[in-house]
Each structure stands twice: as structure tokens, then as C-alpha cells.
């Protein structure tokens, strides 16, 4: 079976023309025009609203297909509009206890990224000019020497938990901060950052209250 990449389709609102999403735009305006030029017939009866969806356009492409339609259909009352996917709002990762954790086993080196959608477990370095970005907790089993950014979609119960914390900055949700540059507190201990009235606190792990 042929596959179309251009479909039309009868609506009560008037015509609805699917666009194929996976081929080159030129193979669109090719189909789009054959199938307009055999339905001329259809069209010229009168005023007529096509619809274009299935595709993601840019604005010189819009242009070019409405400049396709009007000059095929130039005997034809034609309203154009596209029908658009809603927009998707970003979704806050809410649940810090549970849910969806992401695994990076080895150092995160300069010039990397890592990104998770829920929470997030290095186990290993980060190291300066890396980035380690989560929705929920981070935790990292080894120093953060890097960016590290927890509850990136919002969450301010979101925290961050590593063996040695000296980080170039430190981002929970809206809340950003680093370490002094005269901070000497050279622990080994694990250390937890989290926000507290509004500012980001590290303490030793077991002593935070949390």
C-alpha cells in the first residue's frame, strides 16, 4: 500500500488536510498540489474553511502552502486556519520518595549534562564545567565540584545529598546560591542541601532535621 502524506478529509466544519510529519516539505506541497488539482470541482462551489494539522510549520512554509491553495483554487471563496496540538505545561515532579529515579554510574566530566525527569543518582564525581540537572532529589555518591540544579521543574522539597559538596553553584527550584570562596570546611562527611525560608542551607547529613 502507497502511503499519503497528504490526506483530505470532510469535516462539518469544512475541509481537514492531514500533513504527514516524517517527509521532506517539498513531498508535501508535490501531493498537496496533484490533490488539489483534482478536486477543483469540489471547491469551486462555493466558500469552503481548509484546515491544516498533523504537521509542525514554520511561518515560510504556512505561506507557501496557503500561496499552493489560492492559486489552485483561485475560483474559490477559501478560509485557511491550522489546527495546533495544546501546548504542554512542563509537569512538577511532586513526589520525592518515589517514582521515577534516573542512574548515571561514573564522573561527570567537563562540558557534560545530565538531566533526569524525576530524581537522580550519580554515583561518582561531578566535576567543574558539568552540569547535573534533576526535576526531583539528586543524590551523588562522590564529590560535586560542578552546576547542580534539584527541583528544576519548582519542587523546593526537593534536596540534594552528596559526600563532598563544593559545587561552582548550587540551584533547589527558584533558589540559587555557591559556596563561599573561603569555604574551608573540608568534611568528608555526606552533606545535604534544601531550602529553608527561602535560602538554600548545607549541613551534615544526619544533622539536618529533615
Same mark, same amino acid.
Given at each position: 500500500m502507497i502511503k499519503e502524506n497528504v490526506v483530505l478529509k470532510g469535516d462539518r466544519n469544512g475541509v481537514k488536510i492531514v500533513? /504527514?510529519?516524517?517527509?521532506?516539505?517539498?513531498?508535501?506541497?508535490?501531493?498537496?498540489t496533484a490533490k488539489l488539482e483534482? @478536486?477543483?470541482?469540489?471547491?469551486?462551489k462555493g466558500s469552503c474553511n481548509i484546515?491544516?494539522?498533523g504537521r509542525k510549520l514554520t511561518q515560510s512554509e504556512k505561506l507557501e502552502l496557503e500561496q499552493t491553495v489560492l492559486r489552485i483554487l483561485k475560483d474559490a471563496r477559501i478560509n485557511i486556519g491550522y489546527e495546533t496540538e495544546p501546548v504542554k505545561k512542563p509537569k512538577i515532579f511532586s513526589d520525592i520518595n518515589a517514582g521515577y529515579t534516573k542512574f548515571c554510574e561514573g564522573t561527570i566530566r567537563?562540558?557534560?549534562?545530565?538531566? /533526569?525527569?524525576g530524581n537522580l543518582v550519580i554515583i561518582g564525581d561531578v566535576n567543574p564545567g558539568s552540569e547535573?540537572?534533576? @526535576?526531583?532529589?539528586?543524590?551523588?555518591?562522590?564529590?560535586?565540584r560542578g552546576i547542580i540544579h534539584a527541583g528544576c521543574t519548582g519542587n523546593r522539597e526537593a534536596y540534594i545529598v552528596a559526600l563532598n559538596m563544593s559545587p561552582?553553584?548550587?540551584?533547589?527550584?527558584?533558589?540559587i546560591t555557591r559556596p563561599?570562596?573561603?569555604?574551608?570546611?573540608?568534611?568528608?562527611?555526606?552533606?545535604?542541601?534544601?531550602?529553608?525560608?527561602?535560602?538554600?542551607?548545607?549541613d551534615e547529613y544526619l544533622n539536618t532535621g529533615r
Open positions: 500533513l /504527514s510529519p516524517d517527509v521532506p516539505f517539498g513531498v508535501i506541497t508535490e501531493e498537496l483534482s @478536486a477543483v470541482n469540489f471547491f469551486s484546515n491544516f494539522t567537563s562540558g557534560q549534562r545530565v538531566e /533526569s525527569e547535573v540537572i534533576a @526535576a526531583g532529589s539528586i543524590v551523588v555518591m562522590g564529590a560535586v561552582t553553584q548550587i540551584r533547589i527550584a527558584d533558589i563561599p570562596d573561603n569555604d574551608v570546611r573540608g568534611t568528608t562527611l555526606p552533606e545535604r542541601a534544601y531550602i529553608k525560608d527561602n535560602n538554600i542551607y548545607i
